[in-house]
């Protein structure tokens, strides 16, 4: 029995392999290096990573056992930990705490995988595997880029990750869009994405949300998957450009990059 699960689980283990295999050959200089991530350095993106994996597993885990919500202060003594370390440190720490989520997520049977439901502490209500994973994936796809974009001008949003990074991305815009960067021009577009192939509407007025595709839409964005999340999540940078993206109507482009301005 496939589950919704599936996907995003194998896009976590074949990004945790490539970001640990690169991880793998960085030197103490790399580590204190910039990131694509503004104002962290390399070994805080894997920072926040490797926090962010033991939070996840821990909260998969008290799932698990039916233990419900991690205690009120867990993640601040984790993040603590982690921002206590050394750039090399947390350079060290990364690939096991990101591949022990990976497979306790891989471990999960089919009837767990469709059943389960995880309390991540953040959300009204638990959800289910393909949720969590999905939202895991978000933030691993988005930083792993941070990291590979600095060794690799042309480096891409994961091809795996893409089809759940989609489905997922207008679900955090209440936290990662300033549609008011617009002033009073509310619009509502019509974006047609490829690698894969999606079509849906964007609307910009009071706040920023997914719909279906408008039939009589203000402007039209074209892109690529890849350039589109880049741009959602703020990683489409003049001096980091996408091929392929076009935007018609009345926001242009660098309206549409302060609205979105990364996190």
């Given at each position: 029995?496939?589950?919704?699960?599936?996907?995003?689980?194998?896009?976590?283990?074949?990004?945790?392999?490539?970001?640990?295999?690169?991880?793998?050959?960085?030197?103490?200089?790399?580590?204190?290096?910039?990131?694509?991530?503004?104002?962290?350095?390399?070994?805080?993106?894997?920072?926040?990573?490797?926090s962010g994996a033991e939070i996840s597993l821990a909260a998969l885990d008290a799932a698990l056992a039916g233990t419900g919500k991690?205690?009120?202060?867990?993640?601040?003594?984790?993040?603590?930990?982690?921002?206590?370390?050394?750039?090399?440190?947390?350079?060290?720490?990364?690939?096991?705490?990101?591949?022990?989520?990976?497979?306790?997520?891989?471990?999960?049977?089919?009837?767990?995988?469709?059943?389960?439901?995880?309390?991540?502490?953040?959300?009204?209500?638990?959800?289910?595997?393909?949720?969590?994973?999905?939202?895991?994936?978000?933030?691993?796809?988005?930083?792993?880029?941070?990291?590979?974009?600095?060794?690799?001008?042309?480096?891409?949003?994961?091809?795996?990750?893409?089809?759940?990074?989609?489905?997922?991305?207008?679900?955090?815009?209440?936290?990662?869009?300033?549609?008011?960067?617009?002033?009073?021009?509310?619009?509502?577009?019509?974006?047609?994405?490829?690698?894969?192939?999606?079509?849906f509407g964007l609307r910009l007025a009071d706040s920023a949300s997914i719909t279906d595709v408008p039939a009589d839409p203000d402007?039209?964005?074209?892109?690529?998957?890849?350039?589109?999340?880049?741009?959602?999540?703020?990683?489409?940078?003049?001096h980091r450009p996408a091929p392929g993206i076009t935007v018609e109507g009345p926001v242009s482009l660098e309206d549409l990059r302060?609205?979105?301005?990364?996190?």
């Open positions: 029995m496939n589950s919704p699960a599936d996907q995003p689980i194998s896009a976590l283990r074949s990004g945790h392999d490539e970001l640990a295999a690169l991880v793998a050959g960085l030197g103490p200089d790399d580590l204190t290096g910039p990131s694509a991530a503004s104002d962290w350095d390399i070994s805080q993106v894997l920072g926040h990573l490797g991690l205690p009120a202060d867990f993640n601040k003594g984790v993040w603590a930990r982690w921002d206590g370390m050394t750039a090399a440190e947390r350079g060290a720490a990364f690939p096991g705490a990101n591949r022990a989520l990976v497979e306790r997520y891989e471990s999960l049977d089919a009837d767990a995988r469709n059943t389960l439901r995880i309390d991540l502490g953040f959300l009204p209500q638990p959800v289910d595997v393909a949720t969590a994973a999905g939202l895991r994936l978000n933030e691993f796809g988005y930083h792993s880029w941070d990291v590979r974009v600095v060794y690799d001008p042309t480096a891409t949003i994961a091809a795996e990750a893409r089809p759940s990074m989609l489905d997922l991305i207008g679900n955090l815009f209440g936290w990662i869009a300033r549609p008011a960067e617009l002033g009073d021009r509310a619009a509502h577009l019509a974006v047609h994405v490829t690698e894969p192939a999606r079509s402007g039209v964005l074209r892109a690529p998957a890849d350039a589109w999340l880049r741009l959602a999540g703020g990683r489409l940078a003049p302060r609205v979105f301005p990364g996190f």
